[in-house]
Structures are given as structure tokens and as C-alpha cells.
């Protein structure tokens, strides 16, 4: 192994843990006495009594935020990492000492909606990663729309900033060569039940096919308990037409893929979607919306379709084309989005780029460091 990885959270529990990859507990969020043995372990370890009978102290008065703290230090400490990556800018606040005293090189990940819209809308938090973010050694984004966003936020010609689009494990999601067009249009949406995702317009847009008197069913994993979105469907007659269901395992996804006809994105905002990558490389075809960084995934006509944001006139009239294309030209774009996954989208590639970014990242902090 070249490297040694760690990965730090507080949630102990993860379903599905690679190999050789430390994983480091800092004390349960969902169960108590977990959260205190912990704390209390890593208190012992720092063998010094006023560190264990402080933590008893804050244990006992309730301050988790603090103990938690304190065990991240003391994780960051032990380990003595020559980079730390951040998943999310929400983490920042975990790491503020770090970037004021530079002891490590930081890498900020930037990704979905905590970089596409909360800081456009949270004028407050705006302001904090405009605070934070000169502090940061390097940027990771995951597609060049959402890299933009980042320098709304923070732009600087020393800014070092890489876009390294999401990798999926190409061998493992084989590629459906016998696809169908099903009668009715079996349609797929994956993904939380959040405004972003846009439903609201798909809905809309499954209401004009329904007055068109168009055959189709439409599904959405992960929308099943949601209020507005069941009120919609009752409000626009689509009981029958519409399928909410829970969130699923990522192999349910797939075979739900495998059954579909045609993945629909309505997503008013996204970096570059994992469902859609996934579903290309799988072979179900794509059609979005023009959001974040869908243009940079998909070649419009060639490698999916594209429509307009909140349109769902464009998108139910691209649905209806869609079912009337011949068979022929739908397996000539559901081979060119398999193929632009395999170039652009694969593991090797992205592990290949972090790691760069990583010594890029670790060269920049070095010579920083040096010049001060």
C-alpha cells in the first residue's frame, strides 16, 4: 500500500468500508454510551489526569461539541497527517485552529448543494467561507460550474484549484446491451426529496403527458413519505402515474436502472450527479436538465439530452420525442454515454488525479511554509 488513509467522522456504524482504509471513530452521534466510551479512551490515552477528569467534567455537563473536539485533536495529533482532506465546507469549523496555525496542508472538496446553494442563500455562511477559505492550501471540485461557484466565493490567481470529476467502478456496473422501449415509458428519478431536486417540475411535466394521453409511469427512489410531493400528486390527478418509493440500496438502484427506460433529472442545481454518471455507464439513457454541471457529462443529442430548468413543457415534449426515436439511434447514445463514463469517469483516473492534487497541494503548503 502506498499510502495510509484514515478516515474520521462520528458516525460508527458505515455500511460499506474499503480495505486498508483506517477508519476512526470520534464518538458516536447515534449512541450515547459509545460517544462516552470514546471520549473517555482517548482522554486515557493522553495519560494526563487533568485531560481525563476535564472530559468527565464536559461529559457530565453535556458539552458534546466540546468533547468532540477534543477528540478530533486528539485523532489529528496521533496520526500527524501530511494532508487533511475535507469532504464538505460544513467540516471547516471542526478544523479552524489547523488553518490559523497551518500545522497541516487542508484540501476543501467542493460538491452539491453546500457549494451550489447554501452560500447563495445563507448570506451568513457566505460570509464565514469567505473568511476561511484564503486559509485553505487547495480546492477539489468536481465539475468546472461548480469550481465557478467556488470563486464567487473566493477568487485568486495563487488559488489552487483542480476539477476531478467523480469516478464509478466501471467493471463492476455492466453495461445493458439489450435494451427495450416499455410500453408504458417506465421513468426513474433518484435522490433525496429536496427543492433542489426539482420534482415539483417533473411532476408538472408527468401532468402534461398525462393530458397528452401519453403511456408512462414514473418512479422516484427516495421520495416516499414527502409531504409536498404526495400533495402534488394528488393535486395534479397523478395517482397511478406515480410511484414514490423509499431510499434504497445501491443495488436495488441498479436493478431498478436495469428496468427503466429513461433516468429523468430535473435538479435545478447539481455538480455532476453520481446517479447519472451511473446510469450511463449502466446504459440507461439520460435526459436532464441544464444544471451545474450536466453539460461537462453529457454531449446533448449524442450522449443524452438536455432541457432547459424549470420547463416542464421542454421536458415532457423531449420525453415524447425521446419514445418515438428508433431503436437504433437510442442504442448509438447509450454506447457513446458508456464510453465518455469509461474516459472521463473511472476510479483509476480520479484516484489517479487526487492523488496529484494531494503532493500538488502538499508542495504548495511546503513552499508557503518556507517563504514565512
Not at 397511478?240 to 423509499?246: A, I
Amino acid at each position: 500500500m502506498r499510502h495510509e488513509v484514515y478516515v474520521l467522522g462520528f458516525n460508527v456504524e458505515i455500511a460499506y468500508k474499503l480495505d486498508r482504509v483506517h477508519y476512526m471513530p470520534l464518538g458516536s452521534n447515534q449512541n450515547k454510551f459509545r460517544f462516552i466510551a470514546t471520549s473517555l479512551r482517548y482522554a486515557a490515552n493522553t495519560k494526563s489526569f487533568k485531560t481525563i477528569f476535564n472530559t468527565i467534567g464536559k461529559l457530565n455537563s453535556g458539552e458534546r461539541n466540546s468533547v468532540q473536539q477534543q477528540n478530533l485533536d486528539f485523532v489529528i495529533n496521533k496520526i500527524n497527517p501530511d494532508i487533511i482532506h475535507l469532504q464538505w465546507p460544513s467540516v471547516i469549523p471542526w478544523i479552524e485552529e489547523i488553518l490559523v496555525k497551518q500545522k497541516y496542508a487542508v484540501l476543501l472538496s467542493q460538491r452539491g448543494s453546500q457549494n451550489n446553494v447554501r452560500p447563495f442563500v445563507e448570506n451568513d455562511f457566505f460570509d464565514y467561507l469567505q473568511q476561511w477559505y484564503p486559509k485553505i492550501n487547495g480546492f477539489h471540485s468536481v465539475s468546472k460550474a461548480i469550481s465557478l461557484n467556488g470563486d464567487k466565493i473566493w477568487a485568486s490567481d495563487e488559488k489552487l484549484d483542480k476539477v476531478i470529476y467523480t469516478g464509478v467502478p466501471i467493471p463492476k456496473l455492466v453495461f445493458l446491451e439489450r435494451y427495450d422501449i416499455s410500453i408504458p415509458l417506465q421513468l426513474l428519478s433518484v435522490g433525496r426529496a429536496h427543492w433542489v431536486k426539482g420534482y415539483s417540475y417533473a411532476l408538472s411535466t408527468c401532468q402534461i403527458l398525462k393530458e397528452k394521453k401519453f403511456s408512462f409511469q414514473y418512479t422516484i427512489i427516495g421520495g416516499a413519505g414527502d409531504e409536498e410531493l404526495q400533495f402534488l400528486i394528488s393535486d395534479l390527478g397523478l395517482q397511478g402515474y406515480v410511484n414514490l418509493t423509499k431510499r434504497v440500496s445501491q443495488e436495488e438502484v441498479f436493478k431498478k436502472m436495469n428496468n427503466a427506460s429513461l433516468l429523468l433529472m430535473s435538479s435545478v442545481e447539481e455538480g455532476i450527479p453520481n446517479v447519472a454518471v451511473e446510469a450511463m455507464a449502466i446504459g440507461l439513457p439520460v435526459l436532464s436538465t441544464n444544471c451545474g454541471g450536466i453539460a461537462e457529462l453529457i454531449l446533448d443529442g449524442e450522449e443524452g439530452w438536455i432541457v432547459p430548468i424549470r420547463d416542464p413543457e421542454a421536458m415532457a415534449e423531449a420525453i415524447v420525442e425521446f419514445s418515438n426515436l428508433p431503436l437504433n439511434r437510442i442504442n448509438e447514445v447509450r454506447k457513446a454515454a458508456r464510453e465518455k463514463v469509461e474516459k472521463h469517469h473511472s476510479e483509476e483516473r480520479m484516484v489517479r488525479e487526487m492523488e496529484e492534487l494531494y503532493y500538488k497541494v502538499m508542495e504548495l503548503k511546503s513552499v508557503s511554509a518556507s517563504a514565512i
